[in-house]
């Protein structure tokens, strides 16, 4: 599999040969299983074949039971720089309705190890969890700080069908998930996380000052990124691509000199509704000058029409060419989005 990233990587390098290198993420799956021998064998593959910044950031995902002391120890002396850790929760019963692999306590010991190695660290934590109380939330929240975390992603859980939490909320010894809860929750994240000095930048995104994460904002600002190996997705403003999910048939196709990607052409209207879907999530939100400039008059005509209504109602807001969720419309950004969306 490594070899097979190596050779993708290589026969995609001129996609990117005008473009310097800022971020660099290690997703998807459980990348932290690589050795460090791994990683650096993968970085030296980008490094041969791409132009990359000075100072990139390079991000691995990983879990708390997989970060132990000699893990942590290697990744900082690797040139991972920042770590992307699924918290989830700080209680037992939620990681269990999650069914995650971790412990509680495995959650706390990752992290006490993880922030004397990492300055720059970003943790997951879920609301809207069935049967966690608003004093659990705000505990959760609490321990998070305590360990000097400068960044959070936090989502609402979905209930995914096939999973251990939908059996038992399907067998009634779970409740189900309430939209109700999930905002109280949010509300909350989004006033704790500001008294400590956390920015809301996007949606489900607090960082501190000089904390964002510049690849995910990359994401939201419609940069052209490529994803590598099995089941990686890739965009380019009018085209949009995804590998096999089928990891022989990938090494496969990589061994035939073939890349195993299927690839769809994105219309003006699809454009448009990726960039309003996206944009709307951040600070930044959408810009009439922009999408004047990329998809002409008429889609600005259709955005002010659309936004008369949302403007009325206070969900968004309007500051000279730029318009923004509110604070009341965040928890509905993707309702909104999709009132914008050109079908």
């Not at 309003?276 to 951040?282: E, F, I, K, S, Y």
Request: hydrophobic share 35%; net charge negative; charged share 20%.
């Amino acid at each position: 599999m490594i070899s097979a990233i190596q050779k993708e990587l290589f026969l995609r390098k001129s996609e990117l040969s005008e473009t310097t290198i800022e971020t660099i993420y290690f997703g998807g799956g459980t990348p932290s299983m690589l050795s460090l021998e791994e990683i650096q064998a993968i970085l030296k593959t980008v490094y041969e074949n791409y132009k990359v910044s000075h100072n990139p950031e390079i991000t691995l995902e990983a879990n708390p039971d997989d970060l132990t002391e000699i893990k942590i120890k290697e990744l900082a002396a690797s040139p991972i720089n920042r770590l992307s850790i699924g918290i989830q929760s700080f209680f037992e019963e939620h990681l269990q309705a999650m069914n995650r692999a971790h412990v509680a306590e495995e959650a706390k010991k990752c992290l006490e190890l993880a922030t004397h190695y990492f300055d720059n660290i970003t943790i997951d934590l879920m609301y809207g969890v069935p049967n966690m109380t608003i004093e659990q939330w705000k505990t959760n929240l609490e321990t998070a700080f305590s360990f000097g975390i400068n960044h959070i992603s936090s989502y609402a859980l979905t209930v995914e069908p096939k999973t251990a939490l939908e059996k038992f909320i399907r067998q009634g010894k779970y409740p189900n998930v309430s939209e109700e809860e999930a905002l109280a929750h949010f509300t909350i994240l989004v006033e704790e996380t500001e008294k400590q000095g956390f920015i809301h930048y996007e949606i489900s995104n607090f960082g501190k000052p000089n904390y964002f994460s510049k690849h995910n904002t990359s994401y939201w600002k419609g940069a052209t990124y490529i994803g590598i190996g099995p089941g990686a997705h890739s965009f380019q403003k009018t085209m949009r691509s995804w590998n096999v999910s089928n990891n022989p048939l990938y090494i496969k196709s990589i061994k035939e000199n073939n890349l195993p990607s299927t690839t769809e052409n994105l219309s003006l209207d699809d454009q448009y509704n990726e960039y309003v879907m996206t944009g709307l999530r951040t600070i930044w939100g959408i810009s009439l000058v922009y999408i004047q400039q990329e998809f002409g008059g008429s889609y600005v005509d259709h955005t002010l029409h659309i936004a008369k209504t949302h403007l009325q109602e206070k969900t968004i807001s309007q500051e000279a060419i730029f318009i923004k969720t509110t604070q009341k419309g965040k928890f509905l950004c993707d309702g909104i989005a999709s009132d914008f969306f050109r079908i």
